[in-house]
């Protein structure tokens, strides 16, 4: 698989141990320099304030709570994420995260790294084209 994801340093936000050990996986062998796993919300806002990430991988809920008000956060930051969940969104959802891709659990491997890989460029373009002020 290519470099897509070169030197990013990833916050994953999930909470079934196999799929953050598959996912930490696929994104080094795509190029990560660094995944930072949060299994819970505590622990993604430990991994906020504890380390810099370049983009996050977000599940919709950890272990029954939503990560919504997590992602919104993210979002007024324009911190680039992807939701890659088991769980769809809602209409309201949609909306409220336009552009925001969300990958669907199971989801092949290279759909979840293309999507984080769009995500860190649409980011970069939307801030070049940010003027300066």
Do not use: W
Request: charge should be negative; aromatic fraction near 6%.
């Amino acid at each position: 698989m290519p470099s897509l994801l070169k030197g990013l340093r990833i916050l994953l936000l999930e909470d079934e141990p196999l799929i953050a050990m598959d996912v930490e996986q696929l994104c080094r062998d795509s190029g990560a320099a660094a995944i930072f796993v949060a299994r819970n919300l505590e622990d993604a806002e430990n991994e906020v304030q504890r380390t810099g990430f370049d983009v996050a991988i977000i599940d919709l809920m950890l272990g029954g709570t939503s990560t919504v008000d997590f992602a919104t956060r993210l979002h007024a930051g324009k911190i680039p994420f992807v939701f890659a969940s088991g769980y769809s969104m809602s209409p309201d959802l949609v909306a409220s995260f336009a552009g925001i891709s969300l990958i669907t659990k199971p989801y092949a491997g290279a759909d979840l790294v293309e999507a984080v890989a769009n995500a860190v460029r649409r980011n970069s373009l939307q801030a070049t084209d940010d003027p300066i002020t």
